[in-house]
């Protein structure tokens, strides 16, 4: 071949890988483009109304993932601020992998904290986005995405998520305290206890002490758990002087967003030793840590107010809960507490403000099958519960699931393979290490309709034993 041909060859093929650049270009563009079509103008008409009018100033670039993952970001006035800022960031930049990975995590946060669920699949589109820009070693979009899989309940794709964030980030906890929520909703223990010792060989902080605290409870050492939760939440400004605390983190390295949420789960370990007079102590001292109010903290006042007694100020405080951010799980409490008293149109309408708000879930992606399952098998049809429940155990065969369809099972009258799941939720063998008074209680149930009236006397006296007070105003959930 001659030189001249040889040139006029090389020329073309540069034209070519020229054109394929231009190309590609162009429709990463439109790609982007219509990503960045999606985004709210003017902020999020669902989550802007819930939102104050004046907010703090916004952190620095990453404090949205740190929200995520390490224990909370902020109040939700905050987290819509720092939102509104992401989405003016990437119009800006709409090719940075990490201003996308900051917005979706975002996302994530005013989802949880508002109860906006339409802020879930903007999360998605955004996290995919920043990983399309950066697809290997983008441990800011992987743990996102497991933060989002958590959230929607959607723990095989959290696990996937979370190992390959691990792999490409080693030395970053938060990803290590994320993959221990996934392996938790797919009921493997062992592997969350592995994670949390690699979790703690890299961070000892609070929020470490606090994973670890959960990791406690569900081995059974109930006393070790709330001793260990009672300590992180002595490190928390404010907790002692009851002080209104501010989102910004004090000297101690804590926010008032994560004391809070620390101390709302110290006071549901105090619900479930059968304490609520401590347990509604923890959850106003979490409602005060937080301007504006914390609806965690009402939802757990609610049940604790509801087993001591104070039936009217429970009411008040889940509908409280319900108003700052709607929640299924809260929304079916608050129906049972209606039923418990009596009140059964109240109950009804409240179970149909469930069904509708699983259903809102379901439409942006978000798993709510245990409180359908719950509130089919108490309220509705069983046999739904049922169907609602294999599939779950079929897709995250945990404690929770296994629990929930055995009784399911039971309600629609097939006690002898209630029987199976009832074992495999309190089963040491399995994991099933946790003392729960709803598990003793529903395995009691169980054995004696199929005539082990032994072994069921038994377990309903270990439940009564471990808290007297959980299906008190039918606040056991």
Known sequence: ??????????????????????????????????????????????GGRREARVVGAAGAQGQASAGVTGGGLGTPAEVGARVREGEARVRERPRDHAAWADL???????????????????????????????????????EGLTALANTRRDFRSAKRWGEEAVRVAPKRWTSYALLMDAYDGLGRYEA??????????????????????QVYWDQGRREDAAAALADVVASVPGTRSGARGQ???????????????????????????GEPEQSLR???????????GEPDADAC????????????????????????????????????????????????????VVRALVARSAAAGVNESLVLGALEADHGDPEVAVRVLRAEWERQPGLRVADALGWALHRAGEDAEA??????????????????AAYAYHRGVIERAVGLEAAGRRHLEEARRLNPYFAVGGVGA
């Open 247 to 273: 989102a910004g983190r004090g000297t101690s390295g804590v926010t008032a967003v994560e004391g809070a949420a620390w101390s709302v789960r110290a006071g549901d370990l105090a619900w479930e030793r």
């Open 419 to 436: 029987l199976g799941f009832a074992r495999r939720a309190t089963d040491r063998a399995r994991g099933g290490e946790v003392r729960s």
């Open 104 to 142: 979706g995590a975002a996302y994530v946060e005013r989802g949880r904290r508002t109860g906006v669920v339409t802020d879930y699949p903007r999360a998605e589109r955004a996290l995919r986005t920043s990983l399309r820009l950066r697809p290997h070693g983008n441990a800011d979009a992987l």
């Open 1 to 46: 071949m001659s030189v001249e041909n040889e040139e006029r060859l090389a020329r073309a093929a540069r034209g070519r890988l020229r054109g394929r650049q231009v190309v590609g270009a162009v429709v990463g563009c439109f790609a982007l483009g219509g990503v960045l079509t999606l985004l709210p103008l003017g902020g999020d008409e669902d």
């Open 282 to 292: 923890y959850c106003e001292v979490a409602g005060r840590l937080v301007a504006g």
């Open 301 to 352: 006042r609610g049940r604790a107010l509801a087993a001591l007694g104070r039936t009217a100020q429970g009411v008040r405080a889940y509908r409280a809960a319900l108003s700052r951010r709607p929640s299924a799980q809260v929304a079916l409490r608050l129906g049972e507490l209606y039923e418990s008293l009596g009140r059964a149109k109240a109950a009804r309408k409240q179970y149909g």
């Open 192 to 213: 969350v206890r592995g994670t949390l010792e690699k979790l703690l060989a890299l961070h000892s902080g609070p929020a470490a002490r606090a994973r670890a605290a």
